[in-house]
């Protein structure tokens, strides 16, 4: 296994907020890490910021060798679109398009024709026991048919990370507790890094390596 992202001495500030202090941190391929912490800790601009979506006020993240803050803003989205998925908490689906064309949405932008995309998200979308509602609109769906979408979305292109944003918080505990099963499944099905952002130590758990952040300062929880 080789290290996939690196984030090296990463602080952010918003305004006067110091929301991420000093943050070195490393993933390796096929690697899923858990960032733990309490509401307002900076665990979510973390990852925003290893995501390449926010620029860090200070220090560097490198992916896959190429440090973000060297890519022209065009080369830095083509990344973004064709290498990373995002699952954010609340789905953040389109509601005006159905099941398949939201799953489909990064392939389409990344070019690819609309039956090669159908038919890769319709092959995650079945796994995620949703193949038999490509066709309806995401303002139809229950909460937890919305996330497995979102996760659909996010691993149809078979990026090599993902970051989810409390991707189960949004979910009761059985709902929870599947959509987790089947987006670890398939991350590693496909050798897929995986960052989870989340507040609750039953996720936190099934991952390979776990950290605490705390005013902004990352740790690595260690096992005794």
């Given amino acids: 296994m080789d290290v996939i992202l690196r984030a090296e001495g990463v602080d952010f500030f918003y305004g006067e907020q110091h929301a991420v202090r000093n943050v070195d941190f490393r993933l390796m391929r096929g690697e899923v890490a858990a960032i733990m912490g309490t509401s307002g800790s900076g665990k979510s601009s973390l990852l925003y910021c290893l995501a390449g979506v ?15 803050s060297s890519l022209p803003d065009a080369e830095l989205s083509a990344l973004r679109r064709e290498r990373i998925g995002f699952v954010f908490q609340y789905g953040e689906l389109l509601p005006e398009l159905t099941v398949e064309e939201n799953a489909a949405l990064p392939l389409r932008l990344a070019g690819v024709a609309k039956d090669r995309a159908n038919a890769a998200a319709g092959r995650v979308l079945d796994r995620l026991g949703m193949g038999d509602l490509l066709r309806r609109r995401a303002s139809k769906l229950s909460g937890g048919q919305s996330q497995r979408v979102a996760v659909a979305r996010a691993l149809a292109h078979q990026p090599d990370v993902v970051f989810a944003d409390e991707p189960t918080g949004a979910l009761d505990t059985a709902n929870a507790s ?25 996720v936190a758990a099934r991952a390979d390596t776990q950290y605490t952040m705390t005013d902004g300062v990352l740790t690595q929880r260690v096992s005794v």
């Fill in 178 to 202: 599947a959509v987790l099963d089947e987006f670890l499944q398939l991350a590693r099905g496909q050798d897929t890094a995986v960052v989870i952002v989340t507040h609750d130590p039953d």
């Fill in 54 to 68: 926010l620029p860090p006020s200070n220090g560097t993240v490198t992916f896959d060798g190429v440090q973000l």
